[in-house]
């Protein structure tokens, strides 16, 4: 078998710890998506994950607790103010608290991210993650994903539990949302000033993004220290105003998960890859951590996506089992055997 010289240096310097720069990345996703390198780069991110990481696996859950218009106005999202068909509308404390005793049943969740819009009502948000915390095990970590906050709000949610922050710069941002990447990179700088996990994702991937536009962005999360690397599709959504560039296939995202888990073997932060939404092509491509979801989803017409885009914790652990993964990490450090009799567990 004959292939090019460079991938090969780049994927045995891989495998030997060595993560590829900038340039390399940018080769890397130039490949094409169904090419036998394609599926080499996928192995070999599969291989330095599982190594990296001792094959254990990442169980996350995300209730969105509120939707409205957002003025975030990002066309790839289907709050998006301008075209979204959804009113305001939040679930109440007893409901987010009914759902968070849900997903944390088995005891298998890492972290529960809550999720507003762009704009939210910090001081009921300290309050709703105050109850939830003192209503959910300890070792199941709190995770906030919300508009824009500086270093003084950061403390502040640290010290009602939080333990992390979801937040990204975007393909895009700017162009593609209202939003300014430069106070985007402020409260990234806040969360890890704060002492805050933070958690990054190379996202909404498009067919239109060049390979150096989504080099550009994972780098931003390894420069930064993030926690959490991951990957996400944009998700065709036929009435928003990208919809006519279509979407990526799993097999082009899986892709893009290898190149964010080889590029993040030079980020020692990084402590999990993530692949959004849930599929085993990614589990098998350097992927360790899915999400399971309820309530508002920026990737769902649904107004609760539980049951329809959304996986639950038992399914994630199924797709784990399926891909090979022999462990789940659980926020307080330990680790569970990941096994077929696990899977029998409830919820
Ligand atoms: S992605 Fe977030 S900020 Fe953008 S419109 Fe949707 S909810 Fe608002």
Not at 15 to 34: H, I, M, Q, S, V
Not at 145 to 168: E, I, M, S, T
Not at 245 to 256: D, K, M, N, P, S
Request: charged share 20%; glycine share 10%.
């Amino acid at each position: 078998m004959q292939t090019s010289p460079r991938l090969t240096r780049i994927l045995d310097a891989a495998l030997e710890g060595r993560g590829p720069n900038k340039d390399e990345c940018t080769y890397l996703l130039e490949l094409p998506a169904d090419s036998l390198e394609a599926s080499m780069i996928s192995a070999v991110g599969d291989a330095a994950s599982r190594r990296r990481f001792r094959n254990q696996a990442v169980i996350l859950a995300q209730i969105g607790i509120e939707t409205a218009p957002c003025p975030g106005a990002c066309k790839f999202c289907v709050f998006g103010e301008g075209h979204t068909t959804f009113t305001q509308s939040e679930l109440s404390l007893h409901e987010t608290l009914e759902r968070a005793a849900v997903f944390t049943a088995g005891g298998d969740l890492y972290a529960l991210f809550l999720m507003t819009m762009h704009t939210f009502g910090f001081e009921r948000l300290l309050g709703v993650v105050d109850a939830v915390r003192k209503a959910i095990p300890p070792a199941t970590q709190i995770v906030v994903n919300l508009g824009d906050f500086d270093l003084a709000q950061a403390r502040r949610l640290k010290g009602v539990g939080v333990d992390g922050a979801y937040h990204v710069v975007r393909l895009r941002e700017g162009t593609d949302t209202s939003l300014d990447p430069e106070l985007r990179k402020a409260t990234i700088r806040a969360i890890r000033e704060a002492g805050l996990d933070w958690y990054y994702c190379c996202e909404p991937i498009g067919p239109e993004h060049s390979a150096r536009e989504l080099v550009d962005q994972i780098f931003l999360g390894i420069e930064y220290g993030c926690f959490q690397h991951a990957a996400m599709r944009r998700v065709y959504l036929p009435q928003s105003p990208l919809a006519g560039h279509g979407q990526i296939t799993e097999r082009r995202l899986a892709q893009v998960v290898a190149v964010v888990a080889l590029a993040s073997l030079g980020c020692p932060e990084t402590r999990n890859i993530a692949v959004h939404e849930p599929n085993l092509l990614g589990l098998t491509a350097g992927a360790n951590a899915v999400y399971a979801e309820a309530g508002a989803n920026p990737r769902d017409v649904e107004k609760d996506t539980e049951g329809h885009r959304g996986l639950d914790v038992a399914g994630c652990r199924k797709m784990f089992y399926e891909a090979g993964f022999t462990a789940l990490l659980h926020g307080d450090g330990a680790a569970s055997d990941l096994n077929a009799a696990s899977l029998r567990k409830e919820p």
